[in-house]
């Protein structure tokens, strides 16, 4: 499978290099019709090196051009040196090769509260649900089977997937007498711009005042965010990452996949925080912390190889 | 943001210490408009302290009173001294602060089977279907965009919050010359009365017989209940837990955030698993287990102990 | 709650062995009216041993007939003996107690794209949602509320639960000056025949090309397949598991619950991976990893000793 472009003229290499600013040696009038992996590759497609595991893989691909990063130790006629190739690839995707049809305006099938404020060029896909008094600002992609609770604030530009849930209830108990009783959770959930949300991911209102996902933040896939939680801006919160209620992320914060952080605690700004890592503690601005329970890094290797040795040795 | 109330006019201190039975010696008679978080507040809203962490913040709250508990070993004109001040907080909610619309009735954009017994007072959101034979007992609440398997049967008092699914089949395979042959999940979930599911949770049906919801559980977001599952009664469920078949969990269990429990297994009254916990042996009534895999909490704390003074000793 | 067969007249014992091809010394037209766990079964049911720490149960059961494996060592005049006891139940219940209703044809309430292939005999739910360009294979069984992004390709017989998410965008950023540009996905999901997918799983498009879930795979509630992925044949991946970006599966690989796999890696034939296990490095064929970070069986064993010896040391 390949992207073909709509049109059967294609584009010359020369556009390409044009748009992406790069340096290129080759014969600039060949015609690219379509963008792949470097695996994929035909003689008329654009491919890209994301990742220097895939170098290996650059000599046998077909591909008629490679979008590969400027300080890369090697040479090949083919090669488009630029800066980012992910940014040079989404250049091209962007310009030449997107051509996947996604829901556009509200659909008949969505059920939209009357009190709901609705921004211009806003999508709502089929069966997605938009409670009462929600606002939704320009631009904002809904996709089918979304359910956004009532008083949630949408900021401009957002993505939410299908199957996300913006504004559900806080797990808020109070326990008497071996009964669990619902704390009424009356706050809501605020969203900022250009916030992306992955399919079946849990946003939590609050139980009073805000749940807060801040500018830019990009959340994966059953990802869930606890009540009163703030994310701050910028932030990368990948595959089945879960935070607790309360807990509050600075700027640019990146929690790799299936990480769990605690409740109550504060997480600086810059700071990274492992795959599968278990945080019960605080994480200083800039701190990268990994493990179950988690650690600054220095620590949780020093353990690592303590323990590796110790088994070792007692063969 | 905060939570204001419908009427402008408000009420008084002292109406609130009446009715959460608090001990308060400030100026009764001071209006409350709305309740925040003790950072949020203004002078005219109720706060309350409800986690010891927040100490710190009571001084520079503006709030008008605070529940605080009993015990607070400090003191200040504004307190509300309450045996428990979530409980305070939920009773002041639910008389003069919860505003919000909830879904009411049945949707005429829910699809219900002809054969569902839906009890009085039940409300299902739009988009959520109701599978064959289902039984839903009274003033149980549906959010949208929820699945409901045929022949689940749900008690009263009952919430479902949007992305549940219900009655989802069990994870049951016979492996037979390397294909795996689906074994046909035949029996049902049977959910009890005052249980509360989170958003985007799913509970699997037996293969024969029942999965089990006991009376009064509560479930968190992106919960995995496998099936011929039995939870007990008034357990705490907390988000991403996963629960293998066949596991039996006594009555007042809490599984903490993202731990995992292996099929097949008895977990005893009042047990506790720590978040990210994996458990892959039974838990005695009261026991307390930690840790990947889980362990007893002391057995826990002199491994890791341990691996940190060896870790140490090697520098 | 057991499953009770439709017409009343029930089947006898002999009819039973036949069809499963068991070895059974008892009285053979005694009449079955049902099928129960051990713990369940009563007089007119038949049971069955699917697990060996079921056999304490085998005594105390009422069951009229319990299907055994053949080497089991013990002797009851009720024991049905056979190779597999999983498959020899799912005879029995496709053939006589499967009286579920499930979904039929093409709801009304399902929202299809006019550019969409269905093929015959298939079943789409309400409030599913199937987008422009899918392609739908025969016989292929969708529940209500699941949602297919345009261009995903789907084979025969397939089955999606509810809160399926297939073809939602791959978590695909490039960061520049501190924001994060999203990368178009444009590639799709290929999903060959045999594949059914557990309720809120979610399996994303191809950034380019294809992400590919092979023939016979059988794949849990609420996982997670990344964009790229690319998922052999025949393989079983438990509830709550994530596999990351660009990550291949070989053939008949086994991921148990809340496991996760890194991006980019190879997973080989056969591989094991535990439950709870996180994966950062390639797994050979046919080799068994457990724990976090994840190892192979014997160094994670000898590991786990090591430590438990060091703690007790230090008492």
Redesign the interface.
Known sequence: ???TIPAMSGVSIAEIVTLVSGRYNGPADRVIRG???LK?ATEDHLSFLG?Q?YVPQVASSRAAAILVPNELDADDPRFIRVA?P??A??DV??RW??????PRGI?P?A?IASSAKIGANVAV???S?I???VVIGDDTLI???V?V???TQIGRRC?F???V?IG??G????T?G???????Q???V?IEDDV?I?????I?R?V???TVIGE?T?I???V?I?H?VRVGK?C?I???V?I?GSTELGD?VVIA??A?V?G?LKIGNGAQIG??A?V?HDVPDGVKVM???ALPFR?YA??????????KK??
Do not use: C, W
């Open positions: 499978m390949t992207v963008v792949a992996t994929d990742n595991s980012k992910h940014a690839l989404a995707l962007d090769f997107n051509t996947r049809k996604i659909s099938l059920s896909g089929a069966f649900s409670g009462e008094n996709y089918p089977n359910s609770y009532d008083g993505i997937h299908s199957g849930v559900s209830d797990y808020g108990f109070v008497i071996g009964k669990h009783r619902k704390i009424p009356v706050g809501i605020r992306e992955g399919s079946n991911s849990s939590d609050a009073l005042g805000e830019g990009k994966d896939n059953l869930q606890g009163n910028h990368l990948v595959s089945q879960g607790a640019h996949g299936q769990g605690a109550h795959g599968a278990a019960f493990g179950s329970p620590e020093r353990r690592d190889v303590a323990i590796k040795r110790l088994a007692r063969d």
